[in-house]
């Protein structure tokens, strides 16, 4: 599965985003997909995850209320989208999307077999 994410860029803060990540891959509706974050000199950390079908989502405390995770599995768009909102400098990093092994979310990175190659997201104050 190669996944392809994209949408990154600079904003200020209070401003918002809009990341993608798309693959060609037509069971795409079979794996939950992540989005995790690495800011310079940091670890690599959760930010949020739905299921295989849409139904379930989680968040990081961090960015809960401010970001949203949806996927369009129709029309083969085979697309998960994370909508930033209200960003702040501390969101600045390198985004990164996932698929995990299964149709269930997860917030851990080891049980995400799929990575996309990141796009960077620069929050101003």
């Known amino acids: 599965v190669q996944l392809q994410a994209s949408g990154g860029g600079l904003v200020q803060t209070g401003g918002s985003l809009r990341l993608s990540c798309a693959t060609s891959?037509?069971?795409?509706?079979?794996?939950?997909v992540g989005w995790f974050r690495q800011a310079p000199g940091k670890e690599r950390e959760f930010v949020a995850a739905i299921s295989g079908g849409g139904g379930t989502t989680y968040y990081a405390d961090s960015v809960r209320g401010r970001f949203t995770i949806a996927r369009d599995n129709a029309n083969a768009k085979n697309t998960v989208y994370l909508q930033m909102n209200s960003l702040a400098p501390e969101d600045t990093a390198v985004y990164y999307c996932?698929?995990?092994?299964?149709?269930?979310?997860?917030?851990?990175?080891?049980?995400?077999?799929?990575w996309g190659q990141g796009t960077q997201v620069t929050v101003s104050s």
């Open positions: 891959e037509r069971s795409f509706g079979l794996y939950g």
């Open positions: 996932a698929a995990s092994r299964t149709s269930e979310l997860a917030t851990m990175s080891y049980d995400y077999r799929y």
